[in-house]
């Protein structure tokens, strides 16, 4: 099992930045892939960015060039850094881990912690 706990989300004006963490704990060993989702009312999660173990990164177009995606080893800690915030990037944001073991992937998805861009 892993847990993971997101911190950092809050308000910011249009054009701010904030910066989010997901401290993971547990069986952490066999963690592959991390990543970061959001989601408003009435929608689906939608991705934002993801890095592998290898530290490949991926991010969606309206994260692209505003948003970076890291991770700490070391701290078992995924960062985003959110850049320029547009009132749209208002959202709960959801850290999300792949474990693998034997072959077997296994999802993990933190709490969730809220984002606003208003002014």
């Known amino acids: 099992q892993v847990q993971l706990v997101e911190s950092g989300g809050g308000l910011a004006q249009p054009g701010g930045s904030l910066r989010l963490s997901c401290a993971a704990s547990?069986?952490?060993?066999?963690?592959?892939?991390m990543a970061w989702y959001r989601q408003v009312p009435g929608k689906q999660r939608e991705l934002v960015a993801s890095i592998t173990i290898g530290g490949s990164t991926n991010y969606a177009e309206s994260a692209k060039g505003r948003f970076t995606i890291s991770r700490e080893y070391a701290k078992a800690t995924l960062y985003l850094e959110m850049n320029s915030l547009k009132p749209e990037d208002t959202a709960v944001y959801y850290c999300n881990a792949e474990s693998r073991t034997m072959g077997l992937s296994y999802y993990y998805w933190g709490q969730g912690t809220q984002v606003t861009v208003s002014s």
């Open positions: 547990g069986s952490i060993f066999g963690l592959y892939a």
